[in-house]
């Protein structure tokens, strides 16, 4: 017999060279082809149109037969899954290390445990002992979950199969199982798709929502292929930086759901809070107004969520080339929001280095943003506090003039609601609170005329 071809897989990309290259011809990743078990040769002689079995058919309509969604009972999870776990779907959850993936799913699975429904959690990555240590901490020790230390796919399967199956299985994480009837190490393309393959085969046979942990990369992915992402309903991504306490869950695929609805959470000594107010936990210890914060009406998904700007200028006495520096934010959108007000509003920034902050690490991309980073630039330039309790949204133009943004009244309604008492933005955009005086900026030289001479 002919020695089967050698292959190799992009672990980034998933597609397949028969030479190992430093360079992936399809994604353009270095050092990302690895050596993959031989594909198997399909025989094509065979007419595929005889000899099956018959498939049913079934009517989109059949009332009565739609899966039950399970609520986990953590609301901000079952929010951002779109009302709860689908029965026999598959969820992966992504994140970097140490972000709170196994806290989360642990939480999960103890609410739904102690709701009396069937709970098994498999952890590839810990011992069983350490995962205890952590339901311990998180005051979970009691929660009826089946927990499991195993990387063996083959022996989770059989295990499951000789008991009654669970209504959630967690599988922490993806990364770490291994199929004995597939070459190769743990981690590789060809394993981690086996695996989830046998995985999700199992919970569409039998009705159990499976979630996958998988592990991110550098750039953000989920390790091992793309192909990861088809096979699953859900993809999820669990983020946030490390240093602050939030994070934030966020479906980027939902066969069942929007993918806009996020989940909000904070990082506390015994595991993770649900926030429902996100706003409070952006714009807390915000007491006394200052120079160079402006406060933004920003959208999660439906909801608002209201974050602090901070801009600060610092005047060079040297020519030496003035710093920008921007975290949370786009580079491009600051520097050109600082050309704007230099050639519109007549301001000058060449000799001053700017630094631009979005609070509590929250990032931003919306362009209503622009007028509220312009707000803080100008207020900290002229060291002049803008007016208390004000908020502000509007995206800039390269003419100067503040555009109308999507989601302005309910942007404004959330700013009332926290006892802000008044908005700036573009003059035709509706005010949806009666509390809240709207203030329409038509031009952002009127912005900085108003700052100026206050
Ligand atoms: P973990 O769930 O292990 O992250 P992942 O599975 O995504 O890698 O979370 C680990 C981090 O969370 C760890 O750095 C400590 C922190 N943590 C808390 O702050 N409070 C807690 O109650 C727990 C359990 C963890
Ligand atoms: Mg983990």
Redesign the pocket.
């Known amino acids: 017999m002919a020695k089967p071809k050698k292959r190799y897989v992009c672990q980034a990309c998933g597609s397949v060279s028969h030479r190992w290259q430093g360079q992936c011809a399809d994604c353009a990743e270095w050092n990302t082809l690895v050596e993959d078990a031989p594909a198997t040769v399909f025989s094509l002689k065979h007419d595929l149109s005889s000899g099956g079995r018959a498939v049913e058919f079934v009517d989109l309509d059949k009332p009565g037969e739609l899966p039950v969604r399970q609520k986990t009972g953590l609301a901000e999870f079952d929010r951002a899954l779109g009302g709860g776990l689908v029965p026999g779907s598959a969820i992966l959850m992504g994140g970097d290390?140490?972000i709170g993936?196994?806290?989360l799913l642990l939480q999960a699975a103890a609410k739904v445990a102690r709701e009396g429904h069937g709970v098994v959690y498999v952890?590839g990555?810990?011992a069983a002992g350490q995962v205890r240590m952590r339901a311990a901490r998180l005051g979970l020790s009691d929660a009826p979950v089946k927990l499991a230390a195993a990387t063996g796919v083959r022996d989770i399967l059989t295990t499951l199969g000789r008991m009654d199956a669970p209504k959630l299985l967690v599988i922490?994480?993806i990364q770490t199982m291994h199929s004995d009837t597939i070459e190769g190490a743990p981690g590789t393309v060809s394993q981690v798709r086996g695996c989830a393959f046998e995985l999700i085969r199992y919970a569409k046979e039998t009705g159990v929502a499976l979630v996958l942990?998988g592990h991110v990369t550098k750039d953000g992915s989920i390790a091992g292929p793309r192909v990861l992402e088809h096979m699953v309903d859900v993809v999820m991504s669990f983020e946030g930086e490390r240093s602050h306490q939030y994070r934030i869950l966020r479906a980027l695929k939902n066969r069942f759901g929007a993918v806009d609805e996020i989940g909000v959470f904070a990082m506390e000594g015994d595991g993770l809070e649900e926030v429902d107010n996100p706003s409070l936990l952006f714009l807390s210890g915000r007491e006394q107004p200052m120079a160079g914060s402006a406060v933004f009406p920003a959208m999660e998904g439906t909801r608002p969520v209201l974050v602090e700007i901070q801009a600060l200028i610092v005047r060079l006495q040297s020519g030496a080339t003035p710093r920008r520096a921007v975290v949370g934010w786009d580079t491009g959108r600051l520097a050109m929001l600082l050309a704007v007000l230099e050639s519109r509003c007549g301001l000058s920034f060449s000799s001053a280095e700017v630094y631009l902050n979005v609070a509590g690490g929250y990032r931003l991309s919306d362009p209503a943003a622009d007028l509220a980073v312009a707000a803080a630039l100008v207020s900290a330039l002229a060291d002049k506090a803008l007016p208390s309790r004000s908020a502000w949204l509007g995206e800039v133009s390269l003419a100067g003039e503040v555009r109308p943004v999507a989601h302005g009244g309910v942007r404004l309604r959330e700013a009332a609601k926290l006892g802000f008492d008044r908005g700036f933005g573009p003059p035709d955009a509706k005010n949806g609170s009666a509390e809240l005086e709207y203030v329409g900026v038509g031009q952002l030289a009127n912005l900085v005329d108003r700052v100026m001479s206050s």
């Open positions: 290390p140490g993936k196994s806290t952890s990555e810990e922490d994480s942990v």
